[in-house]
């Protein structure tokens, strides 16, 4: 039994995971293998739509009753949308955890997506666009994905664009969701003081009846990536800089190796290598950070940091040293044992919200057909050599393979 999880399939392929925990509060999730890479050109934002939609109204309730099932009693519920998935969750006290799956199971697929509402959302979603706009340091990531996966729908953001958003009609979503939201690609999680056998009870009364919908569709692979350098002029008080390129799918055997080479460049804590060279060394910028997100069947690794518009050359320089010091230097054994260890406690310490143990096995379920076993993955990074994250820093950091994106006023360049 991995991480203590009991796992079962329904009959029409919907997989569950619950852990019972001594705790009164109740976490519990659908998660479903369809996000914004599934979209077409002309469906571009759907995925995000469909998800806001989900909340306005199912066959038997309206949308006030929607958010009131779960806040009269003091939970929550609410959702977000990936490039690979969308996921409702819940968080209630144990004695309305029925409650929480009859609601999540309603919505999901009983939604009626009533036209007058989504005239009302499309005004919503088309502010968020807006105000996502407003954010140079988040809307980089999407300009950077666009660029590095060009013409795929992975360039897709998730919010989508307003052209698009402002076609979408009741027709559209449920095409989506009748092509996309299989019943063998979705995974009931819970972590609840709620014995096995009243959850599973629950999944027959809520979840079994749901006819069977295997997926039929394939997603398209992605194509040859080019490296590219962009700089766009933008009037803000700081250079946004961004790098990196495509990196392993989530079935690679080297994504640990690459977690933690991500952890040592540029992870969380404040000894990471660029923190200590841009902001303790230099001063060059306050914030600066790598991360590493894979798909399933690609990845991307990046580098990201604000910084004085006159800056941006130099602090990219001093990046390129920190890299070409993991191509060339293999980390002594205890650099290396300080890292693992720095790693392997940052999951413990994650681990201990029940929240995010849910979503991580919820996703574990989904990708590999079982939850990741902490244990295992524990394992796995003490296996990690220093030439493991020597060949690795080689293949994903090469120079000649990265790409820039860079916003920047003109009068500093």
Request: glycine share 4%; proline share 4%; charged share 25%.
């Amino acid at each position: 039994m991995l991480m203590d999880f009991e796992l079962f399939t329904l009959s029409n392929g919907i997989k569950v995971a619950h852990r019972r925990i001594d705790s009164p509060v109740a976490y519990c999730c659908l998660m479903v293998n369809a996000g914004t890479r599934d979209e077409s050109e002309q469906e571009h934002g759907l995925a995000h739509f469909i998800e806001h939609m989900m909340f306005k109204g199912t066959a038997k309730r309206r949308a006030h009753h929607i958010l009131r099932r779960l806040d009269n009693v003091g939970g929550e519920l609410n959702a977000y949308t990936t490039k690979e998935e969308t996921v409702v969750h819940s968080t209630c006290l144990r004695e309305d955890y029925a409650r929480a799956v009859e609601l999540i199971a309603d919505i999901v697929f009983c939604s009626a997506f009533p036209e007058r509402e989504i005239r009302k959302e499309q005004d919503v979603v088309v502010d968020e666009i807006n105000s996502y706009r407003d954010s140079p340091s988040e809307l980089i990531y999407d300009d950077f994905e666009t660029m590095v996966y060009a013409g795929h729908p992975l360039a897709h953001n998730i919010l989508g664009v307003e052209e698009s958003v402002r076609s979408f009609g009741r027709e559209h979503l449920r095409r989506f969701v009748a092509a996309h939201y299989c019943t063998d690609q979705m995974v009931w999680c819970s972590v609840a003081d709620v014995p096995t056998w009243r959850v599973r009870r629950l999944m027959e009364q809520h979840l079994e009846p749901i006819p069977a919908n295997r997926c039929k569709s394939k997603r398209p692979p992605v194509g040859i990536y080019t490296p590219s350098h962009r700089l766009r002029d933008m009037a803000t008080h700081q250079a946004h800089c961004l790098m990196g390129a495509p990196a392993y799918n989530l079935h690679s055997d080297r994504r640990h190796a690459l977690f933690l080479l991500s952890n040592i460049l540029g992870g969380p804590g404040m000894n990471s290598r660029l923190n200590i060279a841009l902001r303790e060394r230099h001063g060059f910028a306050y914030s600066v950070e790598s991360a590493y997100q894979p798909y399933s069947d690609t990845g991307l690794f990046t580098i990201s940091f604000g910084t004085d518009p006159k800056l941006y050359q130099r602090a990219y320089g001093v990046v390129h040293t920190e890299i070409d010091k993991l191509q060339q230097h293999p980390l002594t054994a205890v650099q290396l044992s300080r890292a693992k260890r720095q790693l392997v406690g940052q999951l413990a310490i994650a681990s201990e919200s029940n929240e995010a143990l849910m979503l991580s096995a919820a996703k574990g379920f989904l990708v590999y057909d079982e939850p990741e076993d902490a244990k295992l993955i524990n394992e796995r990074i003490e296996a990690i050599t220093a030439n493991d994250l020597l060949a690795v820093a080689q293949e994903v950091l090469n120079r000649d393979s990265l790409s820039y994106i860079t916003y920047v006023t003109d009068n500093a360049r």
